[in-house]
């Protein structure tokens, strides 16, 4: 199984990035996907998810109404457009696969990508 992320970069305050996850080796339509972050110093957190059929997504308080996660199936892809991108926002992005997870806080996460680094600029 593989998770690439891509499309990490170095943007302004109040810019905006996308960021993509595509996956290999599994079936993609069977795994909840989710985006994590971790800045230095600090630890990962979650930030976006969504369910397998792409209907239901959540997001941590931080980034809901600035982030939009989601997915195209055919393409085994997995996105995160970030809008309005803060200082904070700095982090390396993950993306992680999660086979029997549903979206609920602690759901364990089965297979992670080798993330993508984002800078946000004051």
């Known amino acids: 199984v593989q998770l690439q992320a891509s499309g990490g970069g170095l943007v302004q305050a109040g810019g905006s990035l996308s960021v993509s996850c595509g996956a290999s080796?599994?079936?993609?339509?069977?795994?909840?996907m989710g985006w994590f972050r971790q800045a230095p110093g600090k630890e990962r957190e979650f930030v976006a998810g969504?369910?397998?059929?792409?209907?239901?997504?959540n997001y941590a308080d931080s980034v809901k109404g600035r982030f939009t996660i989601s997915r195209d199936n055919a393409k085994n892809t997995v996105y995160l457009q970030m809008n309005n991108l803060k200082f904070e926002d700095t982090a390396i992005y993950y993306c992680?696969?999660?086979?029997?997870?549903?979206?609920?806080?602690?759901?364990?996460?089965?297979?992670w990508g080798q993330g993508t680094q984002v800078t946000v600029s004051s």
């Open positions: 969504i369910t397998r059929s792409g209907i239901s997504t």
């Open positions: 080796g599994l079936t993609f339509t069977n795994y909840y």
């Open positions: 992680a696969a999660s086979r029997y997870g549903t979206g609920r806080f602690g759901d364990p996460f089965d297979y």
